[in-house]
């Protein structure tokens, strides 16, 4: 599927909108220009003896004109240019949230914290700057041009053709040669930023462990390291900046004076007056005001350039594979699938590069409605890319995973309708209660919310609470504690009411009263549910219809709780380890 740009869209969108931009700008040149124009004439005409007061009335009149014109015509300008502009924003971050939104697993699998923000706080502020910063002023530039030229050419065409060379410098060459020198270095200080972007939000994200390993000065130290180095990229680009800036100013300069001598001559050949001379020099100033900004324009190109990069590639492959995935069988195997999802794996295969070790391999499974089961393995086992497989975030590279015999990564966007996710972590948003357990399904009444709530076991909870379910929860909600933090978002997904649920390590962190309570509330409340439980632990396992042990990306044991125990040591050690006072009396 062919996929939409980023520019395009809004060019045909806002087409006359911007032409009338481009032509207020152009008429912002004019008038100041004609404001010089008109002063130097005044000023030099009011110098001389003046035979008639109205010789110098009309350029006065012209100068007051053209005064409040210029600012009138500017402010439109400016008002018209940012309203579009800010109208084109709030579509592109619509449509940005619009592409994050169903691929939110599918991102967080390739993509760091930082780097979405990036997307969110950067890319798109790049964007829009590429009509006001590069766009909007080249064309103004070079209608300029073109009418400078003609207005001089009505007077001497040489002479117009020098003023073009001079021009040429300021509108071709210098921008070139500011491109050529800068190119590099822009994407290099973009990408280290973002890299700086990612550090930060790790930093405040895991602000907790640094603070309690001591180590907040090592963060500070290489942190600021890193700050050095953008700085340091960013000192050459400025010095740069200020050099092309003289050379720009210097070339004004020689055209001020090639005007002076131009226009002096032009007198002494009684080819204009003598006070038009001060009107043909002082027009050179705004006139330039409209060339200088172009190197600074093209300047940006590169940033423009990453940013794109980063939006094509969260907009590319993950959403064409749904779309071509997604057919009418999906569509109509949607409602049976809400209601009970057969979820099957077979000789499933995954590795994340060509030439990566297998995360997963040959693993098969057979989960119909209603089957719980426990998936144990230590950290890099291959359990987070079984749930992604699961989920039809990530397609197999060998073998198939399916739900109700269609490929799981085919449902694309309707996934949350089928499988819900309770992790060790649920973030709680700075508002109600009953506003975050809602978030489960938009439109449940007041007395469903209560209804979820009370199935999560939350009674003693809300009735702590000054304010019941109306309670602020504070940011990232701080104001509960773990076991509550999690009781909130299984209500949430008791909620959602989908009929496969993961729960992925979702008491880490507990003490083993408040997990032991939390497991017995979750086993209760989701009855009738597919449960797919990831854990290091095996605290109720007893209560799963299989257990799967993984390593390595491949099963090593797996069976009832009671028959691993019969016939596994390994596991009944482990079992015992979790378990140790029922062992030790």
């Known amino acids: ?41 005044l000023i030099s005409k009011a110098s001389t003896p003046v035979e008639n007061i109205l010789m110098i009335y009309v350029p006065i009149v012209g100068v007051r004109t053209f005064g409040t014109s210029r600012a009138v015509i500017h402010y439109v300008e400016r008002l018209v240019g940012h309203d579009t502009i800010l109208r084109i924003l709030s579509k592109m971050r619509v449509r940005l949230y619009n592409i994050l939104e169903p691929q939110a697993l599918f991102l967080s699998s390739r993509f760091r914290t930082g780097d979405i923000l990036g997307m969110l706080a950067d890319d798109i502020e790049y964007l829009q700057n590429v009509y006001l910063r590069t766009v909007f002023p080249s064309i103004i530039a070079l209608l300029i041009y073109g009418a400078a030229v003609i207005a001089l050419g009505t007077f001497d065409i040489a002479f117009a053709l020098l003023m073009a060379l001079y021009i040429l410098v300021l509108v071709v060459v210098l921008p070139f040669l500011s491109l050529l020198f800068t190119q590099k270095r822009q994407r290099e200080v973009k990408v280290e930023r973002n890299r700086l972007y990612q550090k930060l939000t790790d930093a405040v994200l895991g602000m907790g462990d640094w603070v309690i390993s001591g180590r907040q000065s090592q963060f500070v130290d290489t942190y600021e390291a890193d700050e050095r180095k953008v700085a340091k990229t960013d000192a050459a680009l400025r010095s740069w900046a200020r050099l092309r800036t003289f050379i720009g100013q210097t070339v004004i300069g020689i055209g001020v004076l090639s005007m002076l001598y131009w226009a002096a001559g032009e007198f002494a050949d009684g080819a204009i007056a003598g006070t038009l001379i001060a009107a043909f020099v002082l027009v050179v100033f705004p006139v330039a005001d409209a060339f200088l900004p172009v190197s600074e324009a093209v300047e940006k190109i590169p940033q423009y350039r990453n940013s794109l990069e980063r939006l094509s590639g969260v907009d590319g492959t993950k959403q064409n594979i749904v779309s071509e995935k997604a057919s009418i069988s999906v569509v109509d ?93 649920p973030h709680l948003f700075d508002t109600t209660v009953a506003n975050n357990i809602r978030m489960g399904d938009p439109k449940a009444s007041e007395q469903a919310i209560k209804e979820a709530g009370a199935l999560a076991k939350m009674d003693t909870l809300i009735s702590s609470l000054p304010d019941g379910y109306d309670t602020f929860v504070r940011e990232a909600g701080q104001r509960f504690s773990g076991g509550e933090r999690q009781r909130i978002a299984l209500a949430r997904i008791l909620l959602q009411n989908t009929p496969v649920v993961i729960l992925d390590e979702p008491t880490v962190g507990l003490d083993p009263r408040t997990e032991r309570d939390l497991l017995k509330t979750m086993f209760e409340a989701m009855k009738g549910k597919s449960l797919i439980w990831v854990t290091h632990h095996l605290v109720g396992a007893e209560q799963m219809d299989e257990v799967i042990f993984m390593e390595n990306g491949s099963v090593e044991m797996r069976g009832t709780h009671a028959e691993l125990m019969k016939k596994e040591p390994r596991y009944r050690r482990l079992y015992e380890l979790d378990r140790p006072v029922e062992f030790l009396g």
């Open 333 to 425: 195997a949607l409602p049976q699938a809400m209601q009970s999802a057969h979820i099957k794996l077979e000789n499933v295969g995954y590795h994340y590069g060509s030439e990566a070790n297998w995360s997963v391999r040959d693993l098969s499974l057979d989960i119909p409605q209603g089957k719980k089961i426990a998936i144990i393995g230590r950290s890099g086992a291959g359990k987070s890319t079984l749930l992604k497989a699961i989920q039809g975030v990530i397609e197999p590279s060998d073998g198939s995973a399916t739900i109700n015999g269609i490929a799981a990564d085919a449902y694309g966007e309707h996934i949350p309708s089928i499988i819900a996710v309770l992790n060790q972590s």
């Open 1 to 41: 599927m062919k996929r939409e740009g980023w520019f395009a869209p809004y060019v045909s969108s806002y087409f006359w909108r911007f032409v009338l931009i481009i032509v207020l700008g152009a008429l912002t040149i004019f008038t100041a220009s004609s404001l010089m124009y008109t002063s130097g004439f």
